[in-house]
């Protein structure tokens, strides 16, 4: 299973747009892997997880080819993980091709958010050449080669967030963001898997605990609870994601900070193979 990671920022990515803080002019100034686009991840080269405003960013950036994605998971349906501008571009006026037919998952808000997107273009899924399905936090299904399950998300409960472990040819991965501390439901349902690579978000950085995202003393938590309830396979890649210049220092610390708990920070282009 080949991990591309599109984006690892938070809402405003990494620097914020119009902002001058200590985190953002040193990003600003060392550039490379301190520079943070708004997340999304790609899994082999027809799995996407989250299409944010940067995903035109994400392909220039790291030449990924999105039109032979034929699974699409959203998470939830704030604006830096779904943008349903996106999908105009598949329209067969802006795409010369045919994208490859796309099997969308997400909770009823999600589906929603692109039916009346759709609805306001006079567009059917057929015109965006996809199917949606509305699944519901727990769910499990075969999409394509992949075996996917929605996990329950404590993040905006009234998008009913959720995030994904998926798992392909043998492998197992786990993709957790936007999420504060996992739900039990949640960790139960974790029990039946071990995984091989496990990335966790970090939004809140050096600061207090947060209830709906993690804070990086909280994403190691995370990271060793799992290891501790043996979630992981061993020699497991961890990572942490979803970085925010509020109160997460630039990419160097970020490795440091991370290091002693063999856990990486992830960068936009990085690529795993799980
Ligand atoms: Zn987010
Ligand atoms: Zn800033
Ligand atoms: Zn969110």
Request: net charge positive; aromatic share 12%.
């Given at each position: 299973m080949r991990v591309l990671f599109l984006g690892t920022g938070a809402a405003e990515g990494y620097p914020a747009i119009f902002c001058e803080c200590a985190h953002c002019t040193t990003a600003r100034a060392r550039g490379g892997r301190n520079l943070r686009r708004r997340s999304a991840l790609m899994v082999n080269d027809d799995l996407l997880i989250d299409m944010g405003p940067d995903l035109m960013a994400s392909m220039h950036g790291?030449?990924?080819?999105?039109?032979?994605?034929?699974t699409m998971l959203i998470t939830h349906s704030h604006g830096d993980h779904f943008h349903p501008a996106n999908l105009y571009m598949r329209r067969s006026n802006f795409c010369a091709t045919t994208p490859a037919q796309m099997e969308v998952y997400g909770t009823p808000p999600t589906t929603g958010a692109i039916m009346t997107a759709a609805n306001e273009r006079n567009l059917s899924e057929e015109g965006f050449h996809l199917r949606l399905n509305t699944i519901q936090p727990g769910d499990s299904w075969q999409a394509g080669r992949y075996r996917v399950t929605a996990l329950r998300a404590m993040h905006a409960e009234e998008l009913e967030p959720v995030f994904f472990a998926i798992e392909e040819g043998g492998r197992t991965l786990l993709y957790a963001s936007d999420t504060g501390p996992f739900p039990e439901e949640t960790w139960l349902q974790l029990r039946e898997f071990k995984f091989d690579c496990a990335i966790v978000e970090s939004t809140m950085g050096i600061g207090p605990p947060g209830t709906h995202h993690l804070s990086m003393h909280q994403c190691v938590e995370h990271q060793l609870k799992l290891e501790s309830e043996g979630l992981l396979q061993p020699g497991a890649r961890r990572f942490a994601t979803h970085f925010s210049h509020n109160r997460t220092p630039p990419y160097l610390e970020c490795v440091d900070f991370f290091a002693p708990h063999g856990i990486e920070p992830a960068y936009d282009g990085l690529v795993v193979q799980v």
């Open positions: 790291t030449g990924a080819n999105f039109g032979r994605v034929s």
